[in-house]
């Protein structure tokens, strides 16, 4: 098979094929997380950092792999590096492994990363897969960030609440608020208003994604309508 | 006869078995550093609720090991930690499980001062809803901080509930679950402290171990 483009897997990941708004995969720790963006962003990197790996490592034994056994094998093998991943942050990261250290456990089930191996790794070579894994866990982390974004502000009226768990005290005053005196909207923290919130976030991609199109049809038409004047 | 199967069960085995020495080996290189950050962080937080200043002992050797108590709502035996200044009780801090939070159990560390009032306690670890009921961790909001000073003297029997239930203590609006097991757990554990005080400050050998 061919080899993808470089921009054409960055396209896909990031927007095209976004994990969370058209593949709709990894719905579990989204509802679950994205009550804030720190949060959101916090299992978003550690996801990207776990898929990068994965798609790696997968794509480097593909070829070892008969076709029966890929999923039991993809799985070990996810399952090892997130282990790896969480042993050796909550040794040398602790800071790091304080605010994500919840969150790490959960990529396992995370279907994304499984989604990847299976469709993308399995069938390129190294730096692609490296390239796909990174692009497409980046892209569940925009999503996750702005899906917190929308339930913080409208759950708690702030942004950024919880920045000074990553980065000290000092970072305490990055808090932005958005509402002062704001007596919380619960139904944004609760799971229904991340329901709410992504499919907003979805009707926003197709809207944008749709007016991109009819652009550039207007635009062929424009120059069709041009030439056949001129003809 | 077809090895096809025979095959593919030994690269299934194979992957597993590298998969599991990876695992053992990281296991044994950051085993190390993982037991010191755990001590530090434990360091960390009773250093927040009993000041490094106020004893001179060293603390996380000078313990005792309580059997599972209900009013400590344990069912295992947990550690308490003694601090002496010269040799003379300074406090204990406790170790208590409040059973009934929103997300399950919610282990505490309550710092009591030899003359029974409160110097402070803090959540180590809970399951409450994040962004809601998580409030009762320091790093989320002061709230905890209502028990500073707390004692059974300062409050009787039905001021020991949140506010909404006729008690003195603050919660916040839209989760009182949380705040409400805290209370309760709190309580129980003064009054535990209160009936086994002399058997919780007597001394075994400076530094002895179990």
Redesign the interface.
């Known amino acids: 098979m061919s080899q993808p483009q470089y921009a054409e897997i960055i396209k896909n990941g990031l927007w095209t094929n976004n994990a969370g708004l058209v593949m709709l995969l990894g719905l579990c720790p989204l509802l ?2 994205s ?2 963006v720190v ?1 959101a962003l916090g299992l978003g990197l550690a996801t990207a950092i776990v898929m990068t790996f994965s798609n790696g490592a997968v794509s480097l ?1 593909r070829n ?3 076709h ?2 890929r999923i ?2 993809f799985i ?2 996810i ?2 590096l997130v ?2 991943i969480q ?2 942050m ?3 990261m ?1 800071p790091l492994y304080v605010v994500l250290g919840i969150f790490v456990p959960l990529i396992v089930v995370n279907c994304n990363v499984l989604g990847r191996a299976e469709s993308f790794a399995s069938k390129n070579t190294l730096w692609p897969s490296v390239v796909d894994g990174l692009m497409v866990g980046l892209g569940l982390t925009l999503t996750l960030a702005a899906l917190g974004a929308v339930r913080e502000i409208f ?2 009226g702030t942004l950024l609440s ?1 920045i000074n ?1 990553a980065f000290g005290e000092s970072a305490k005053h990055w808090v932005i608020t958005i509402f002062p005196h704001y ?2 909207f ?1 139904l944004a ?2 799971p229904p208003g991340a329901f709410l919130g992504l499919g907003f976030l979805i009707a926003a991609k197709n809207y944008i994604d749709h007016r991109f199109s009819a652009a550039r049809r207007r635009r062929a038409d424009s120059a069709l309508a041009a030439s056949a004047t001129a003809g | 006869m077809n090895l096809q199967p025979l095959r593919t069960t030994a690269i299934l085995l194979a992957f597993a078995i590298v998969g599991t020495a990876l695992l053992a080996l990281t296991y044994q290189v950051t085993r190390g550093a993982i037991a010191r950050q755990e001590k530090k962080a434990k360091l960390a937080l009773i250093g927040q609720i009993l000041p490094a200043a106020s004893y001179d002992n060293d603390i996380l050797h000078d313990t005792l090991i309580l059997p599972p108590a209900r009013l400590l709502g344990t069912d295992a035996p947990t550690t308490t930690y003694r601090a002496r200044l010269r040799g003379r009780p300074v406090a204990v801090v406790l170790e208590a499980i409040a059973p009934n939070g929103y997300g399950g159990k919610i282990d505490l560390l309550v710092a009591v001062k030899a003359d029974g009032v409160i110097n402070g306690v803090r959540v180590v670890s809970d399951h409450e809803t994040p962004g809601l009921g998580d409030y009762i961790e320091i790093a989320k909001s002061d709230w905890i901080k209502v028990f500073d000073g707390a004692s059974l003297a300062k409050y009787h029997g039905e001021d020991w509930q949140v506010k909404k239930d006729g008690g003195q203590f603050d919660y916040m609006t839209g989760a009182t679950i949380s705040p409400r097991a805290v209370v309760k757990a709190v309580h129980n554990a003064l009054r535990y402290f209160t009936q086994n005080r002399a058997k919780l400050f007597a001394r075994q050998a400076l530094g002895e171990k179990r």
Request: glycine share 8%; aromatic share 2%.
């Open positions: 679950a997380v009550t804030t949060n034994v070892l792999v008969p029966e056994i039991p094998v070990l093998i399952a090892v282990t790896i042993l050796v909550n040794a040398f602790q759950g708690k919880g768990l007596h919380g619960l923290i609760l």
